[in-house]
């Protein structure tokens, strides 16, 4: 749990750190995901380290948040679309950090296999620590794609690549969609040169290139076709348009050549 939550503290301070040098117009400025503002990408991810931090801290009090929210699945929807909104960027910011502070030193607390609850089934700490991690980069994505800035991958993306495997059979099963059984390799290029693996040697089927790029698609904010990544096989080539790694309804990511994004 300490690599986990290092880990995600750094995540948090890297894009806190971009979000620091704006003014209140460039908070405004929208984003390539949906409609959404940079100031709603940080809405987003404080509400959630918000219920997260509930969740890490009282599990019972979550359980009647959660009943609320499958009484009234609409009333949620509103929260979510005002939460925030009348707050100045200042303000955003400290609630951000005071939940998302208070989830962590709980997280920390945990031992990887306690079970915390979440928006569906319960999760083990270690993942709920490493999904709170992976929607915390890929709204951070969205956030550098907006402003034109490259951010340095660094090695902590093998949790979200190790999510990224590990969800294969969820990509499929939240479409209502069968499996498929034949195995993918996946050969990865760590920031630091390292080599990831996962999968059979021999299989036909195969993912290889950067962490960076496999990440990429597996949170849905590049089509494979705008990556290194060389994919092969049907299978491979299939389970990349469909990859996604996070919780939710099915949805698509963006067409080849809709999210290449230049930056400085």
Known sequence: METICNDLKAEHEELEGVLADLDENQWEIKTPFLTWRIKDEIRHLAYFD???????????????????????????????????????????????????????????????????????????????????????????????????????????????????????????????????????????????????????????NRIQGPAEDFCLVVVQRRHVDDTALKVTGGVARDWMEKAQCFAGPPVDGPKPGERVINTS
């Open 50 to 204: 918000d219920r997260a931090a509930l969740a890490a801290t009282d599990p019972e009090a979550f359980n009647h948040h959660l009943d609320e929210v499958l009484n009234d699945f609409d009333a949620f929807e509103q929260t979510l679309e005002q939460v925030g909104l009348d707050m100045s960027p200042e303000e955003l910011m400290q609630w951000w950090r005071e939940k998302r502070g208070i989830m962590l030193e709980a997280l920390a607390r945990c031992s990887p296999k306690d079970r915390l609850p979440w928006y569906g089934p319960t999760m083990s700490a270690l993942s709920f620590a490493t999904a709170r991690l992976m929607e915390t980069w890929a709204h951070g994505q969205d956030v550098f794609d907006t402003l034109r800035i490259r951010r340095t991958p660094k090695d902590r993306l093998r949790h979200i690549a190790e999510l990224g495997i590990r969800t294969f059979g969820w990509t499929y099963s939240n479409r209502g969609l069968q499996a498929p059984e034949e195995p993918v390799r996946v050969e990865l290029k760590g920031p630091s040169g390292d080599l990831w693996t996962w999968g059979p040697e021999d299989a036909e």
